[in-house]
């Protein structure tokens, strides 16, 4: 196995033991583990009828999001923060279509070597959370680039870690609604 090709299951590893950790609080004894072949299921005509869309699966009843996890070096933050052209819009656009394929929540965990995880989710979604706590997004985008794809569901971005402190419960499905119709306009 090539190097580069550990680093997507690492990732999506240690974005499990984590997620396992913080949503135990709300389910405790649910289990999450990566997507059997995760790589190899990337679209629904390929996984049929199984309902498994994104890179991580989970026996939680409750849990409202399609992940996508991604542990790349060939991006730069600077023009993905700045809104500019970069691998993580693709990425973010897979998301949307992964979990539009469960009426889920897209949520994407993205990091490079030695830097922290970045987790992108809807703004509409995310930004009235983190008000409530007095926490503010680390990155928002006022403005893409004309060639930026963000699938009509404009994200903003804060580190893992913040993703982390914000309270499971707060994403219970009966609290926030899920999916693509929570997300409309």
Do not use: Y
Request: proline share 8%; net charge positive; glycine share 8%.
């Amino acid at each position: 196995m090539v190097l580069g090709h550990r680093k997507g299951p690492k990732g999506e590893n240690e974005v499990v033991r984590l997620l396992s950790s913080w949503w135990g609080q709300v389910e405790p004894g649910c289990q999450f583990k990566r997507t059997p072949k995760s790589g190899g299921w990337g679209n629904a005509e390929v996984r049929g009828d199984f309902k498994v869309a994104g890179d991580i699966c989970t026996t939680s009843q409750q849990w409202p999001f399609t992940i996508e996890v991604k542990r790349r070096e060939s991006w730069s933050f600077g023009a993905f923060a700045e809104g500019r052209l970069s691998p993580v819009w693709k990425w973010w656009r897979q998301c949307i279509d992964a979990a539009a394929e469960e009426d889920r929540i897209p949520l994407l965990w993205a990091r490079k070597n030695r830097q922290p995880w970045i987790v992108l989710l809807p703004e509409r979604l995310l930004v009235p959370l983190l008000v409530e706590r007095d926490m503010e997004p680390d990155i928002t985008f006022s403005r893409l680039a004309s060639r930026v794809d963000d699938g009509d569901i404009r994200p903003v971005c804060i580190v893992g870690t913040k993703f982390l402190q914000l309270p499971p419960q707060a994403w219970l499905p009966k609290r926030r609604g899920i999916g693509r119709t929570m997300l409309a306009t």
